[in-house]
């Protein structure tokens, strides 16, 4: 594997791509295994699970067995649990925001965020989650979990209860706010090799800083990235990949206070069954909640597609927003860094501020039309010139964290604008 440094510098502050993709939406446990990187569909698989908090035994299971089977190459997931507060077996680290965000620990291994005898799975009291819409990261299959100090809960905004929780509107219902020490953990791989896995912790005095481990060849160990943006050509035995770190400060633009920092955490991204039991009640089982959602559950958003394989049978406005909503509205929002339009889900297409009025930063590429969503045209929209364009010097969205055109978004993005008749009034 050669690293190659790119002639960005930036201060050191955070490092959590803003976008990703979890190709056939794979779950493990705590002690599972690998993701099937080429895979391009999830079936469940039999292993034994738990739920804990703090620690202690909630009388649930995740629908009896847990476990997965991932991807065309049928990796199996061993045990599978879902974990809460103390315990780890960490031998340097306890999976903790560092006392110098400048000085983390080198090695993975020593973090106590991974299982001591094999770093490439999440520690045993971590819990391992999916999301229903998720981001894109120039198709890499993804791991998600985070590991939450002792005695500490998940705080979920309630918007008519808590108004003040949500200043930018409704729009922001069931998002999900992790305490302070809270450690979430993101591991990418391609055809079941890991190239990455990435830690972003929540600090003291309420600030996130984050840091990315690159995986050595063989796969024993990972070792902290410096902190500019750096791109490596990482060889799975099957191929080479073209992956690009992000620097410490870029994620700061799409993990972002008002969307939340997290990002992919919220109740209508959660609001899914996994292993025979909704991912929420799982939670809540386990004492993960201050308060628990209010229940019914906010919708789930539909999963635009699975990777590779062609988009259900559901509205192309549903899909095509669901997308938007995952990949795009943690800045194009009222209050966030483009605030100019807003792609959050349960924002109606006439207050988005995108149908037939101009965007801010002009054309792309060989196009003339500088308007947002050109309604039935989606060549000349921006929305989907810009997702268009692989160089983000070029105009790309995301401008940051991907470099590969995602085609299957295109199609469903082009599908849904070139069927809008008018724009609302």
Not at 78 to 96: L, M, V
Not at 199 to 212: E, R
Not at 322 to 349: E, K
Not at 381 to 390: D, E, F, G, Y
Request: charged share 20%; hydrophobic share 35%; net charge negative.
């Amino acid at each position: 594997m050669t690293i190659r440094f790119s002639g960005f510098t930036f201060c050191a502050l955070l490092v959590l791509a803003a976008c990703g993709n979890n190709s056939g939406q794979s779950t493990t446990g705590a002690a599972g295994a690998t993701n099937g990187g080429a895979g391009n569909a999830t079936s469940a698989s039999a292993g034994s699970a738990g739920v804990t908090a703090g620690g202690t035994s909630a009388g649930s299971s995740a629908g009896g067995s847990a476990g997965a089977t991932v991807g065309s190459g049928g990796a199996n997931a061993g045990t599978a649990g879902i974990g809460g507060g103390s315990g780890g077996g960490a031998t340097i680290g306890n999976c903790e925001p560092p006392s110098d965000i400048y000085s983390p620990i080198e090695q993975l291994s020593q973090t106590g965020c991974v299982d001591p005898n094999d770093p490439t799975k999440p520690i045993a009291r971590a819990v391992t989650y999916e999301v229903n819409s998720p981001l894109w990261s120039d198709s890499a299959d993804k791991l998600r979990a985070f590991v939450l100090p002792a005695n500490s809960k998940i705080h979920v905004r309630d918007c008519a209860a808590e108004p003040s929780t949500c200043p930018a509107g409704n729009a922001d219902e069931g998002r999900w706010d992790f305490p302070i020490g809270t450690v979430m953990i993101k591991i990418f791989m391609f055809d079941q090799k890991l190239v990455e896995t990435r830690l972003f912790m929540h600090m003291a005095d309420d600030s996130w800083v984050g840091y990315n481990y690159q995986w050595s060849e063989d796969q024993k160990e990972a070792t902290i990235v410096d902190g500019d943006r750096a791109e490596v050509m990482f060889n799975t035995g099957l191929r080479t990949v073209d992956w690009h770190y992000p620097s410490r400060k870029d994620c700061l633009d799409c993990h972002n206070s008002p969307a939340g920092n997290t990002l992919g955490p919220e109740t209508a991204q959660m609001n899914r069954t996994v292993n025979g039991m909704n991912q929420i009640d799982q939670f809540a089982a386990a004492g993960l909640f201050e308060t628990p959602p209010k229940m019914p559950y906010k919708a789930g958003l539909i999963t635009p597609y699975q990777l590779g394989s062609p988009p259900e049978a559901t509205q192309e406005d549903v899909k095509a927003r669901s997308y938007l909503h995952a990949n795009c509205a943690f800045c194009h929002r009222p209050d966030g860094l483009y605030p100019n339009f807003d792609l959050r889900y349960d924002t109606a297409l006439k207050d988005m501020k995108i149908c037939d009025i101009d965007g801010i930063k002009g054309a792309v590429g060989t196009s003339q039309s500088s308007t947002i969503l050109k309604h039935g045209d989606a060549m000349d929209s921006l929305i989907w010139q810009r997702m268009n364009q692989a160089d983000p010097d070029s105009g790309r969205m995301p401008q940051i964290g991907s470099y590969v055109v995602d085609a299957d978004a295109m199609k469903i993005v082009g599908d849904w604008i070139d069927s809008i008749s008018a724009c609302p009034e």
